[in-house]
């Protein structure tokens, strides 16, 4: 079949977009599962023709990480957390335009996004959950935890890459997280002004940083700015819950699936995180 006349196998019934409100500056979480490999995406780089193939070679399984470069760490209780503001207006436009996700949504009755609301923890973590298992993310951690208690950049760099590798990091990640710990003790990145910063201003300075891509800045706008309207492309999860349930399995390319979350905006965050759950129920947090 041509994939360029190719439609959804449930078709959606479009809606003019609703207002989108003032933007939370809570934060929020994210799916995975336990134990499982990252899908082998690379972060930030247009990956659509490997987005189809991978789908071809899952379709037929049990649909793996919506990771592209990470995997984030278990769901874990986080105090005082706040139902974004736009996420009830959210869930009753989308139900109205998309009859895929008017049946999904209540079968997740009062789930949501939630808030760790420290970016550089929310950066740290991604970076260390890069490449590894759940698992294994978790542990290296908690490791990390014990040996700068208070998860501040200056104590990451007065551990210095050497300690940091020692919690079981690789050389790499070390740096990567020295690296980012710099950035903000320094002030080199504008943390006060993120939160006025449009999507694409923020993803440009958070990619300056080493070990940052722009799956994880798109991440870093969902769980932490609590964004909206992001649609990370490059995320192997969403890929297939799209190919899951609109195209019954069949390999999806980038622009088809572009072309099905366009039905979801001013929302694709939140269309998203519901595609992550219906992929693994249980969310995650970073």
Known sequence: MN????KPATATTPVTPAATRG????AGPRPGKAGAKEAPLP?????????GKLAAKTRNAKAVLPEADAVPLPVETVIDAVRPAYWDEACADLMKRDRILRKMIPTYGPAHLVSRGDPFVTLARAVVGQQISVKAAQSVWERLHAACPKLAPAQFLRAGPEKLAGCGLSKRKAEYLIDL?????AGTVHVAEWAQMDDEAVIAELTQIRGIGRWTAEMFLMFNLMRPNVLPLDDVGLINAISTNYFSGE??????AREVAANW???RTVA???M???LDPLPVTY
């Open 272 to 274: 998203t995180w519901y």
């Open 43 to 51: 972060d930030g780089k247009d990956t659509g023709k490997d987005a």
């Open 251 to 256: 390999p999806v390319t980038r622009s088809e």
């Open 23 to 26: 933007r939370a500056k809570a």
């Open 3 to 6: 994939a360029a006349a190719r």
């Open 276 to 278: 992550w759950r219906s």
């Open 265 to 267: 905006e001013p929302w």
């Open 181 to 185: 710990a710099d950035h903000f003790k």
